[in-house]
Structures are given as structure tokens and as C-alpha cells.
């Protein structure tokens, strides 16, 4: 389905919104705080975001779809280190006070307002087809497992070791340009149980009695993230006859997968007859959520999306963006489930955990 015109409130939030969502997890001032002032964690999301200015800069330079690409990309860097720096003076001015969405949505708007449209686009082909080599491998390692509850807990695994190939952290996109992501490594080398927020164990028994009819997954990054583990997951609530709305964004942002960039995916990996490995996919939906970033503000979804979504039973929102840095306490009239690796040392912090360390947080709403 194809994004068009007005966007509406996700259905599933608690009404009514105003008092019940705020998208942004983390409180970055209270109304104490001095409105001229920064506060000290707004200055520090705006150092965090100040540091990717290099890696983002490097990838817009070396975008040839793009002319004079490394004059846009210093124009770029300069324009957008400006707007970091007036926030530190005054974070009232361009919208403020700034938040990870508002900083976000900024960097996005300066990249397309100097010609850039996609300055990721090389390394998501790259990886989605380093990715989709790799598919069957990852399926079939999953479906050996007998045990089905433990074939859960290994498909939720590979959803953390997917989600490390994240772009949008510094420290990761240079870790990503010396040897790439090894995606069987990951799965290995995921911090041990229990995580920060670890709620797996309720999520798993929920999980054998079938519960739910209709799933939809806010998706994240390309490549391993989203072909070695949201479809493998995605195709294991196929298995159990839960219909599954993968939710993509509409535009390019960092290295996120596109709603056209998804259904490009799926035509690969299903074979001749339509299927996933074996699995049926007519009960899988691909919509575009009509967001442009690598967080998302559930008040501000396409309406296709809201049509499709209107009568799930159980949302996942996945990533660090759509899921730890916002919505993590979003409350829906459904199950929920928030899953994603942190990759911020300013998040682990304030979740009092480890850089790395992983977020599996279960809502479950008791039916009657």
C-alpha cells in the first residue's frame, strides 16, 4: 500500500492521546528547568548528534547518484553544526527544545534541502544482498531447533544480533566500515540474560497458547536487521497463523529499509509459489507508516497503516529508535512488545544498563 495524504493517530494507543503518549522516552527537561538555558541532557543529545556530523558527512560525499556531492556534504555539515550550536544557546530557537525526534528531523531536512536523498542507499544494497545470501542459512538453523518455545528465545536472539547493523551510532559506523557485520558472531556475542529490560520469559509463555490473530512490526534497519531477524520472527507468527503487518517507512533516514525497499526484499526471498521457506505468505502485509525517521511518533501514521493496524492484537515496535528512544512506555489496548538493542551510551545510561545491553520489554493486556 502506498502512503498518500493526512496522517492520523496509530488506533491502537490508550485514548486519549494528549494525556496518555508522549512519543519521546527519555525527559529531557522538566518545567522547572530554565526555558533559556539547555539542560544537561539535552546537551548531551546534542553532543551525541554534534558527533555524527563526520560519519554522515563521509557517507554524503562518496553519494555519486548526487552532483557536487562533497560541496553539499560540507554545506551540510556546516548548516547542521550551526543549528547545534544556536540549541546550546538557546533551546527555544528551530522548534525547540530539542528532542531526539526534533534533532532527528532536523538532519533529515538539511540533507534533502542541499540534494541529498538517500546518502545510505550504496551500503543498504550492499548488505541487503549480503543479507538475503544468508537467509536460508538463518531460517534453517531456526527450524532444526524442535523445541518450539526455545526456537523462540533463538529468533528473538537473532533480532538483536540483526539490529547491531545501525549506522546512525557513531561508534558503530566505524566499527561497520573496518569488517562489516557477521551476523553468526553477533548472535554469539550478545550480552547474557537478563538484559536491562528482560520480560522474554513472559513474552515466550504468552507465545505457546497461540494468542494472537494479528501482528504489527514497526521495522528498523536494512540488512541483517530486517532479512536475518524481524523475517525469520515474522515468518515464525506466519507458522502460527498470525497474520503479520510489517510497517516501513516511507522515506529514506540513515540506514533504515523503505516501504519499496521492503517489498523488493520479500519478492527475492519468496520462491516461485510465494512462499518463505515453506510458509504461506499470503497473511503477510507490507505497509508504508508514513515516517521519515529513524524514531516515529505513533500520533503521526499513515492512514493505511492506522486501516491495517485497526484490529491487531499484538504491536512490536523494534529498534533502539522506534522502540527504546521512543515509545518504550508507550501503552497500547493490545499486547506490546519493544525490542531493541542499545546502542547510545546516553540511553544505557539512563536505563542503567550496559552499552550493547538489550531491551525486551512485554506488555501484556488482560483480556475482559
Not at 539547555?38 to 560525499?61: D, G, M, V
Request: net charge negative; aromatic share 8%.
Amino acid at each position: 500500500m502506498e502512503s498518500s495524504g493526512e496522517m492520523v493517530a496509530f488506533p491502537l494507543l490508550i485514548t486519549p492521546i494528549e494525556n496518555n503518549y508522549r512519543a519521546s522516552t527519555i525527559p529531557y527537561r522538566f518545567p522547572s528547568d530554565n526555558p533559556n538555558k539547555p539542560t544537561p541532557i539535552e546537551l548531551s543529545w546534542i553532543n551525541l548528534f554534534q558527533n555524527s556530523i563526520p560519519s554522515f558527512k563521509k557517507r554524503a560525499e562518496s553519494d555519486d547518484t548526487v552532483p557536487d556531492a562533497p560541496a553539499k556534504a560540507e554545506k551540510f555539515a556546516q548548516r547542521y553544526g550551526e543549528i547545534l550550536e544556536d540549541f546550546k544557546k538557546d533551546p527555544e530557537s528551530h522548534g525547540g527544545p530539542p528532542d531526539c525526534i526534533l534533532l532527528c528531523r532536523i538532519r533529515e531536512l538539511i540533507l534533502r534541502e542541499v540534494g541529498f536523498r538517500d546518502i545510505f542507499k550504496k551500503v543498504k544494497d550492499e548488505e541487503n544482498a549480503k543479507a538475503i545470501s544468508l537467509f536460508k542459512d538463518v531460517v534453517n538453523l531456526n527450524d532444526a531447533i524442535e523445541e518450539e518455545l526455545k526456537r523462540v528465545e533463538n529468533l528473538v536472539r537473532g533480532i538483536f544480533a540483526g539490529n547491531i547493523f545501525d549506522l546512525g551510532s557513531a561508534t558503530l559506523a566505524e566499527l561497520f566500515s573496518k569488517d562489516g557485520m557477521s551476523f553468526l558472531a553477533s548472535c554469539q556475542n550478545i550480552v547474557p540474560r537478563p538484559w536491562v529490560i528482560d520480560d522474554l520469559d513472559a513474552f515466550i509463555a504468552k507465545w505457546s497458547k497461540k494468542p494472537w490473530k494479528k501482528a504489527v512490526i514497526f521495522v528498523d534497519n536494512s540488512g541483517a536487521d530486517i532479512i536475518l531477524g524481524i523475517l525469520p520472527f515474522a515468518r515464525e507468527l506466519l507458522r502460527c497463523g498470525t497474520q503479520v503487518v510489517l510497517a516501513a517507512n516511507d522515506l529514506p533516514s540513515i540506514n533504515d529499509v523503505t516501504y519499496h525497499e521492503l517489498l523488493e526484499i520479500i519478492s527475492k526471498l519468496k520462491d516461485e509459489n510465494g512462499k518463505l521457506m515453506g510458509v504461506d505468505t499470503q497473511n503477510l502485509l507490507i505497509a508504508n507508516s508514513g515516517n521519515d525517521l529513524p524514531v516515529i511518533d505513533l500520533s503521526s501514521v499513515s492512514q493505511e497503516l492506522a486501516y491495517l493496524a485497526s484490529d491487531a492484537d499484538l504491536v512490536v515496535l523494534e529498534g533502539m529508535g522506534r522502540g527504546i528512544e521512543t515509545n518504550l512506555y508507550a501503552q497500547f489496548k493490545c499486547d506490546s512488545l519493544k525490542i531493541g538493542m542499545v546502542k547510545h551510551p546516553e540511553v544505557a545510561q539512563f536505563l542503567g544498563g550496559r552499552l550493547y545491553d538489550c531491551v525486551f520489554k512485554f506488555n501484556e493486556v488482560s483480556s475482559g
